[in-house]
């Protein structure tokens, strides 16, 4: 079964850059969409199809997605970026999730 | 705007059954299909399945057949998701989510606890 796999934690300081990468066989060739979760909230869709943002995502939010690896990049972190973040993808018609990033932003 | 209320949380014992329901507003509830997922106490979300709801065709994916049953009401906008012969593994949260975008919005969620 196709497998996706995330780094399990990242820390960044306000104002700085994170990058949450997700790895899987030819991922590439899919689409990869990501999705925020804070504690006890329901999971919320902030980019799909790669790198699209949905309506109402900020802009510090992008998505990259090219060979084994898709990444979700926050720009100018802020303290409400802290979350677990997923990333999701389509194979052979069955959903995969990866196993989560923990940001910390401190 | 658009959302899915799901119901309450559940306490149950092992070998009954749960039914959760999921009910949309905002949209046109046959336009588009939904998915259910389970998240285990501090794992990742697992995909489920969905159900088509113009049709009511369910699809299971591997390991959520037999015992799980997706059902509609579209008179009332609403998705079921049935659990029979509850165990301890079953404890987690569901949740419903609209397949758009790919998943766009998504439910409330409902806690399920199995006790033995």
């Known amino acids: 079964s196709y497998e996706l796999t995330q780094t399990p934690s990242v820390s960044v300081s306000p104002g700085q850059t994170a990058s949450i990468t997700c790895s899987g066989d030819?991922?590439?060739?899919?689409?990869a969409s990501w999705y925020q979760q804070k504690p006890g909230q329901s999971p919320v869709l902030v980019i799909y199809e790669d790198k699209k943002r949905p309506s109402g995502i900020p802009e510090r939010f992008s998505g990259s997605n090219s060979g084994n690896s898709a990444t979700l990049t926050i720009s100018g972190t802020q303290l409400m970026d802290e979350a677990d973040y997923y990333c999701q993808a389509y194979d052979r018609n069955t959903v995969v999730f990866g196993g989560g990033t923990k940001l910390t932003v401190l | 705007q658009v959302q899915l209320v799901q119901s309450g949380s559940e306490l149950k014992k092992s070998g009954a059954s749960v039914k959760v329901s999921c009910k949309a507003s905002g949209y046109t509830f046959t336009t588009y299909s939904i998915n259910w997922v389970r998240q285990a106490p501090g794992q990742r979300p697992e995909w489920m399945g969905w159900i088509n709801t113009n049709t009511g065709n369910p699809t299971y994916a591997q390991g959520f057949s037999g015992r799980f049953v997706f059902s509609l009401d579209t008179s009332v906008s609403t998705a079921y998701l049935q659990i029979s012969s509850l165990k301890a593994e079953d404890t987690a949260v569901y949740y419903c989510?609209?397949?758009?975008?790919?998943?766009?919005?998504w439910g409330t969620g409902t806690t399920v606890t199995v006790s033995s």
């Open positions: 030819r991922l590439g060739d899919k689409y």
């Open positions: 989510a609209r397949d758009h975008m790919p998943w766009d919005v």
